[in-house]
């Protein structure tokens, strides 16, 4: 009977894990659909110098957001479950996130300058600033969102999720519909100021102002546990470099802005499947958490198949889309291959299973060598990216990407396999 009960509860766990990861993949899904119309529709309205340039900044946009989340969007899941009686621990996420994002805007602003002056973006130092204020804005939301994960608050997570997707939809489309092309690439960074500003706000109000389930005091010693905990995961954010929008903003001097464009629209592709998978992933990680101390063995294996069944419906969803948004597009762009994107998402199918070694280091308390597999495959992969985007041009760079996907998948599970062989956490 003390089996059969045993065995109910875990069944149980896995259906609740199950229905959380659907309820964060429909606002994850009707979020980013949003951001799906503006990197598919503005290719239709501005040039293809124009959409190449709209795609430079909005990954260096988001590349910055990364940096100021410093890792806390990481370690709030792990307090707030491991200290469910503290109510207080998104306020001291806050005074933690804000100590640091006054320091590295100082830094971010000094960077802005050289990068101005060396002309490495085609950008001046105003609109590169105000996309670092509105960075820096944005990015404590990612914050509050990963704690409405770990307190499994789905509806919550999606309010505040489609809200700042839908301010960047309206402010993106009313000004490119209104204005020029010339004079909407010279708005951009100012409607990235707006969004920033009215996401900050709306994130205060929704959760310092309208909550009062928590207590918005904290104490010196939590803040200081908070950010020694969290600095090692704040070198994680190198790795945004090497993938994604990070990867797209260091080969950009070797591609042209036509294949520049083409660039994002298979890491927003790319983007809409990883976020649908990590979704999907988010609502199981209580359950992992709570499998792994009683069977590592058994949460490792069970967490691998639930990815797996997944990732590769979507993965294949995403190529179906890919192919037919081509053939309206890009029918006779030579960059537009699918095999190019099937490279690519071959790398996206492998990247859903980092997951598993990630939540096993974080749980092991294991930060600096998160931190160091973190940085070691970016600083590879954008090297490798440049070196093989200069020489193979377009096709070296879908290659180099969807390769450093699978290095650091390896990487980050290493640990994970090695004592699931052992049969021992």
Request: aromatic share 18%.
């Amino acid at each position: 009977m003390k089996l059969k009960s045993v065995l109910i509860r875990k069944i149980v766990s896995l259906i609740q894990g199950r229905k959380q990861g659907l309820g964060f993949l429909f606002f994850n899904v009707s979020g980013n659909l949003f951001t799906f119309l503006i990197s598919f529709v503005l290719p239709f309205l501005l040039s293809v110098e124009g959409y190449g340039y709209f795609a430079l900044v909005f990954a260096l946009h988001n590349v910055i957001i990364a940096f100021f989340t410093f890792g806390l969007d990481s370690s709030i899941i792990k307090f707030s479950i491991e200290k469910k009686s503290s109510s207080n621990v998104l306020f001291t996420s806050f005074i933690a996130w804000l100590i640091m994002a006054l320091f590295l805007i100082l830094v971010f602003l000094i960077l802005a300058w050289f990068v101005v002056k060396l002309k490495f973006l085609n950008i001046e130092l105003k609109p590169l600033i105000y996309i670092i204020i509105s960075a820096m804005m944005i990015s404590f939301q990612r914050i509050v969102l990963a704690y409405h994960i770990a307190n499994s608050e789905v509806k919550k997570y999606g309010r505040l999720f489609i809200f700042n997707k839908l301010v960047q939809l309206i402010l993106v489309f009313v000004v490119v519909l209104i204005y020029t092309e010339k004079i909407f690439l010279n708005l951009l960074p100012y409607i990235l100021l707006v969004q920033g500003l009215v996401n900050l706000l709306y994130v205060f109000f929704i959760t310092f102002v309208k909550q009062t389930n928590f207590k918005t005091v904290t104490f010196k010693s939590d803040v200081v546990e908070l950010i020694k905990f969290t600095l090692p995961l704040s070198i994680n954010t190198v790795g945004n470099l090497g993938y994604s929008y990070g990867f797209n903003v260091f080969v950009s001097p070797f591609l042209t802005f036509a294949q520049l464009g083409i660039l994002n629209i298979f890491t927003q592709l790319g983007s809409i499947g990883m976020m649908t998978i990590n979704a999907l992933n988010s609502g199981y990680i209580p359950t992992f958490y709570e499998q792994y101390y009683l069977n590592y063995k058994k949460a490792v294996i069970n967490y691998f198949h639930y990815i797996a069944q997944n990732a590769l419906i979507i993965v294949i969803s995403i190529f179906i889309v890919g192919s037919i948004y081509k053939y309206y597009a890009y029918a006779e762009n030579n960059n537009y291959l699918l095999s190019y994107l099937s490279i690519y998402l071959l790398g996206v199918l492998l990247y859903s299973f980092k997951s598993i070694g990630s939540n096993y280091l974080i749980i092991r308390n294991k930060t600096i060598l998160i931190s160091s597999i973190t940085v070691f495959t970016s600083i590879f992969n954008i090297f490798s990216g440049i070196i093989l985007t200069k020489i193979f041009g377009f096709a070296g760079c879908v290659i180099s990407l969807s390769v450093g996907y699978f290095i650091q998948v390896l990487a980050f599970n290493y640990d994970a396999i090695t004592n699931l062989k052992k049969n021992k956490i």
